[in-house]
């Protein structure tokens, strides 16, 4: 079983940046895709971007956070990172990393069957 674990979340004024991490102990991350996603309060769980395995190239941005936040991965820390810039009060969720079940995929996989317990994210002046 994959278990994922994401770190980083904050409180934090907006304009400031974040940079959250996904680790998954005794597994290489780098064989997965790996996407990030947050819910925000009463809103439905939004997918915000992915990186396929293999290398550091995303597939997928949401267009709210285009120009913002980054996708990459460290291989030799095993870690995928969400680098998050200019942070919007909007941008304030409890963000998750996900992985499939199979690794070798592309962005976006069919089906993400991992989930971390998620990292809170709050922007706020």
């Known amino acids: 079983q994959v278990r994922l674990v994401e770190s980083g979340g904050g409180l934090v004024q907006p304009g400031s940046s974040l940079t959250l991490s996904c680790t998954a102990p005794g597994v290489t991350l780098r064989y997965y895709a790996i996407g990030w996603f947050r819910r925000a309060p009463g809103k439905e769980r939004e997918g915000v971007s992915c990186l396929s395995s293999h290398d550091d190239a995303s597939s997928y941005l949401v267009d709210s956070v285009k120009g913002r936040f980054t996708i990459s991965r460290d291989n030799a820390k095993n870690t995928v990172y969400l680098q998050m810039n200019n942070l919007k009060p909007e941008d304030t969720a409890v963000y998750y990393c996900?992985?499939?079940?199979?690794?070798?995929?592309?962005?976006?996989?069919?089906?993400?069957?991992?989930w971390g317990q998620g990292t809170q994210v709050t922007v706020s002046a």
């Open positions: 996900a992985a499939p079940y199979r690794y070798g995929e592309r962005c976006p996989p069919i089906e993400y069957n991992y």
